[in-house]
T-cell receptor, first 116, second 113 residues
Framework: DTEVTQTPKHLVMGMTNKKSLKCEQH?????MYWYKQKAKKPPELMFV???????INESVPSRFSPECPNSSLLNLHLHALQPEDSALYLC???????????????FGEGSWLTVV | GENVEQHPSTLSVQEGDSAVIKCTYS??????FPWYKQELGKGPQLIID?????GEKKDQRIAVTLNKTAKHFSLHITETQPEDSAVYFC????????????FGTGTRLTIIP
C-alpha cells in the first residue's frame, strides 16, 4: 500500500480565516513533504520533514506553518492567506530523507484550496 | 541547483501508437529519475523510475531510458490507450544531497481514439 491521505479535498477560506490541511501515511516513511501546485505548473516544494524535524523550508511565507505531530501525520496551518495562495496543496512521503540508494516519493491526491 | 527541461509540452498520438517524452538534467550528480502521471484533479502518481546505475527499465507498456553521458532520460509508452491521457512530469533528485525533487515542466499527452 502506497497511500498518502489528505484532508480536506476542497477548502474555501477567507483571508482572515485560520484553517489546517492534514496528511497521513502509514507506510512507515520518515520523510514527509508539502508541495504547492498552480494550474499547468509542476509541483513546487514548500517544506520537508525528516524524522519529524523540519529540514527544508523553501523560504515559504510565515502565513504557512507546518507541523509534524508524529511520524505518520503532517499538518499545514494556514492563516491570513492571500487569493494568490489558491492552489493544489500536495503532501508526499518517502522512506527516508537522506539514504544511500535513493528513495521513492509518493504523493497524496491533494487539497484544493481557494482563498476568497 | 538542478534544472530539468522537458519536451514536448503537448503531445497528441493516435490510440495504439507510441509516445515518447524527453527530459534533460543539468547536475551530473543526480542519480534518481522518477516519472509521474497526473490526471485531472488528482495528485501525481509514480509510474516508473530509474536509478543512475541502470540504463533502461521496463514495466509492461512503459519504459524509461537513461543516458548519463548526455544527461537525458526518456519515457516511452507503447500501444497507447485513452486512459494514458494525462500530464506527465519527469523529475530528478540528488539522493546523496538535499533530496529536493526537481520537476520538469510537464507534457500534456492526449490519446486520440
Amino acid at each position: 500500500d502506497t497511500e498518502v491521505t489528505q484532508t480536506p479535498k476542497h477548502l474555501v477560506m477567507g483571508m482572515t480565516n485560520k484553517k489546517s490541511l492534514k496528511c497521513e501515511q502509514h507506510m512507515g516513511h520518515r520523510a514527509m513533504y508539502w508541495y504547492k501546485q498552480k494550474a499547468k505548473k509542476p509541483p513546487e516544494l514548500m517544506f520537508v520533514y525528516s524524522y519529524e524535524k523540519l529540514s527544508i523550508n523553501e523560504s515559504v511565507p510565515s502565513r504557512f506553518s507546518p507541523e509534524c505531530p508524529n511520524s505518520s501525520l503532517l499538518n499545514l496551518h494556514l492563516h491570513a492567506l492571500q487569493p494568490e495562495d489558491s492552489a493544489l496543496y500536495l503532501c508526499a512521503s518517502s522512506q527516508t530523507h537522506k539514504r544511500t540508494g535513493g528513495n521513492t516519493i509518493y504523493f497524496g491526491e491533494g487539497s484544493w484550496l481557494t482563498v476568497v | 541547483g538542478e534544472n530539468v527541461e522537458q519536451h514536448p509540452s503537448t503531445l497528441s498520438v493516435q490510440e495504439g501508437d507510441s509516445a515518447v517524452i524527453k527530459c534533460t538534467y543539468s547536475d551530473s550528480a543526480s542519480n534518481y529519475f522518477p516519472w509521474y502521471k497526473q490526471e485531472l484533479g488528482k495528485g501525481p502518481q509514480l509510474i516508473i523510475d530509474i536509478r543512475s546505475n541502470v540504463g533502461e527499465k521496463k514495466d509492461q507498456r512503459i519504459a524509461v531510458t537513461l543516458n548519463k553521458t548526455a544527461k537525458h532520460f526518456s519515457l516511452h509508452i507503447t500501444e497507447t490507450q485513452p486512459e494514458d491521457s494525462a500530464v506527465y512530469f519527469c523529475a530528478a533528485i540528488l539522493n546523496f544531497g538535499n533530496e529536493k525533487l526537481t520537476f520538469g515542466t510537464g507534457t500534456r499527452l492526449t490519446i486520440i481514439p
